[in-house]
């Protein structure tokens, strides 16, 4: 596929930096085993928009800044990674921010207040409100409220954003060929909470490849067919990478965190030096151990795991039990 590429100075006059590094992990799990561990460290973008989240924002941004956008609207939950990507982006763009927040909070939570740090104007919605966000009547009023402002879905799952995933995939893609990793035994894992995020990287490679899904939701498996829709928007069949989505490592559920989670999440941290997130990355590290163990793998597989950013999350926790 052709996958745009970040052309606006305004956006690189950001200075955010995209070429992040390719560890290898010495991760015995892995080593037993003999596949090679990476990990991509797309937390390292910047580190209040990390990971994903400032994929899904680069072109939204971009598209705001062209139109001459009064500012940009968006959702999410008391504890989203995209509007506080969102609030620090905005800022640093000059762009006022408007973030529309799912409940109630008596207290704001570390990651609102942030938000309101960055000048991002909370405004809270109730379980009904929320429902209506997509009805004419709902933007229509938000549209008079705020005239001129650019409106993002929440997580910014738009196809704005897809296409930003695929620059993400794009980039992994030239930096494992840069590293002089075989296509062909190449392998990748990445959290998915709407699959957007494995869309886009699931675009960018060749069909000789393998780019895994772990969701971290419980329910009914209603990724497959989205994200399946995502990949035929942007590629033609069969010039994509394989793909698959494992539902099994959701631990109980969105933000559910046992003890299981808690302490893979710490061994791994310990043995390797890198931070992971509670919601996301550490649900891929214990399905990439669990799937190594079920032999999914084979000896002289390049698995690398994706580190999609989320570390500000970690204050929703309780890490220090
Ligand atoms: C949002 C998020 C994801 C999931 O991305 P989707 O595109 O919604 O699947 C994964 N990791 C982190 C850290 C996130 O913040």
Known sequence: MNIPVFNSLKIDSLLLKTHTP???LKWPVAQRAGVKCYIKRDDQIHPQCSGNKWYKLAFNLERALDAGAAGIISFGGGYSNHLHALAHLGRLAGLPTV?????RYQHLTPTLEDCKTQGMTLEFLTKAQWKERHLANFTENLQKKYPGF???PEGGDNHLGLLGCAAMGDSLLQCATQAGLELASLKVLVACGTGTTLAGLVSAFPAQCQIDGVSVLKGP????????KRVASLTQPGDCSRWAIHTEYHCGGYAKFPQDLHAEMISFEQCSGVLLD??????????????????YYNAGDSLILMHTGGL???RGFNLDE
């Open 99 to 103: 973030g529309l927040v799912r409940g």
């Open 278 to 295: 509670p919601v996301y990355t550490s649900k891929v590290v214990l399905a990439a151990r669990e799937l190594i163990y079920a032999g």
């Open 150 to 152: 650019y409106v993002i």
């Open 312 to 314: 500000q999350g970690r």
């Open 22 to 24: 390719l560890q290898p």
């Open 221 to 228: 498996d209603t990724l497959t067919e989205s994200v399946a």
